[in-house]
């Protein structure tokens, strides 16, 4: 068997690029010696003439050009690995990333794959509301956050990645439960529960009932999803949230999604960031990450 080095391969294509013993040494900073000698062993170990020398100049033989394409392939490719080594070497950084309380019911999800594929990532994962969420944007106390379509006149960068619709939900024994395509109207008749005022729920929920003209009755007020969950199984009203936060009680049967016309409500999920913020490579790699496979995991506890 051929027996070649990583060091002849090296040699090899600086020779045959510059055509030029004294050349190829000085870009490797070797002797112009030391390059023949090692050109005269590869030669001899592949078993036949590489170059062929016509008067002053060097030329490659057809081998000599055939190896060039091996090589080339070669040595990209260690080219490749090494950028790799450095990226998961990089990779060690940190992320920190603030998320709508209605995001956190896939984010871990999202975070426990990024970790496992970039194991020294230290992640710090907060969970807020809208409203403090852009006031922490505003203070730069974070990389990144995910929510819905933060305002306009903000200077911020935001991408959508993944849908997000909202739902009215009543106890399984609800009058309403087994009916198909309810009225809008109809609601005038339920009392909802409804989370805080600067939920991004919230304002989507007004903003929806303003734009069809109709009013709703509303109830307690609470700031959790969790809390609307239990209460509308209670039976204390019905509550409209985001299909990302019912998946369990939705398959342990404890709620209903209702059937209601125009629901549910689309909304999207973005990843923002301040306008000109320098994300380090973790955070870089984070929203890629996001954007290119973020809606298809967490599609495993969408609707
Ligand atoms: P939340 O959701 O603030 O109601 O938790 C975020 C959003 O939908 O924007």
């Known amino acids: 068997m051929v027996h070649l080095t990583l060091r002849q391969l090296k040699v090899f294509d600086a020779v045959a690029r510059h055509l030029s013993y004294s050349r190829a040494a000085e870009a490797l900073h070797l002797t112009q010696p030391a390059v023949s000698m090692q050109i005269k062993q590869l030669e001899e170990n592949a078993g036949v003439p590489l170059f062929e020398q016509l008067g002053k100049k060097i030329y490659l033989t057809e081998a000599g050009q055939e190896f060039l394409r091996y090589t080339s392939t070669i040595l990209q490719q260690l080219a490749d690995a090494e950028a790799m080594f450095a990226d998961f070497k990089g990779m060690s950084g940190k992320l920190s990333i603030c998320v709508a309380s209605t995001a956190s019911y896939f984010t871990p999800l999202l975070l426990a794959e990024f970790c496992h594929r970039h194991p020294k990532a230290k992640v710090s994962l907060n969970v807020t509301n809208r409203e403090i969420l852009l006031q922490r944007l505003a203070n730069n106390e974070m990389d990144m956050a995910i929510m819905g379509r933060p305002p306009?006149?903000?200077?911020?960068?935001?991408?959508?990645?993944?849908?997000?619709?909202?739902?009215?939900?009543?106890?399984?024994?609800?009058?309403?439960?087994?009916?198909?395509?309810?009225?809008?109207?109809?609601?005038?008749?339920?009392?909802?529960?409804?989370?805080?005022?600067?939920?991004?729920?919230?304002?989507?929920?007004?903003?929806?009932?303003?734009?069809?003209?109709?009013?709703?009755?509303t109830g307690t007020e609470m700031s959790t999803n969790e809390a609307i969950k239990q209460a509308v199984q209670a039976g204390m009203g019905l509550g409209i949230l985001s299909m990302h936060t019912m998946q369990l009680e939705l398959e342990m049967k404890r709620l209903s999604v209702l059937d209601v016309q125009s629901f549910p409500i689309q909304r999207r999920w973005y990843v923002v960031h301040r306008q000109g913020k320098r994300l380090g490579i973790v955070a870089q790699a984070f929203k890629e990450f996001l954007l290119t496979e973020g809606a298809v995991l967490a599609g495993e506890i969408r609707e």
């Not at 339920?190 to 929806?208: D, H, N, P, Q």
Request: a negative charge; hydrophobic letters at 40%; aromatic letters at 6%.
């Open 152 to 217: 306009e006149e903000l200077d911020l960068d935001a991408t959508p990645f993944m849908e997000n619709h909202l739902a009215i939900i009543a106890p399984v024994n609800h009058p309403l439960a087994s009916v198909k395509n309810i009225p809008l109207s109809r609601l005038s008749e339920e009392t909802f529960l409804v989370r805080e005022k600067g939920s991004g729920t919230r304002i989507a929920m007004e903003r929806f009932f303003a734009d069809q003209k109709i009013r709703l009755t």
